[in-house]
Nanobody, 126 residues
């Protein structure tokens, strides 16, 4: 499974962006997908995840109420809608996919994820 994250850009604080994670090969069916970010000089952080049928979603505390994860399995794409962006959200954002599972689960820890895409830069200016 090859993943590609897109939709990043530069916005002012309070603005919005929608990131997309799409596959160029393989399928996201039966796979949980997570979004992660890494800011300069900081460790990679789990932002959000969604289970294979969207029944479970999780968010790190700092983005709750501002970010929304969703997926369109027909399009093999997972989205991260980011509203009310803050300068602290500035980072490279990565998407990752788990192996195929029958269970509905996801995690914002990086351990379960086996496929990682190239990141997309998000820059929020004050």
């Amino acid at each position: 499974v090859q993943l590609q994250a897109s939709g990043g850009g530069q916005v002012q604080a309070g603005g919005s962006l929608r990131l997309a994670c799409a596959t160029s090969g393989g399928t996201l069916d039966y796979r949980a997908v997570g979004w992660f970010r890494q800011a300069p000089g900081k460790e990679r952080e789990g932002v959000s995840c969604i289970s294979r049928s969207s029944t479970r979603t999780y968010y790190t505390d700092s983005v709750k109420g501002r970010f929304t994860i969703s997926r369109d399995n027909a399009k093999n794409t997972v989205y991260l809608q980011m509203n009310s962006l803050k300068p602290d959200d500035t980072a490279v954002y990565y998407c990752a996919a788990d192996q195929m599972r029958l269970t509905q689960q996801c995690s914002i820890e990086s351990t379960p994820y086996v496929h990682w895409g190239q990141g997309t830069q998000v820059t929020v200016s004050s």
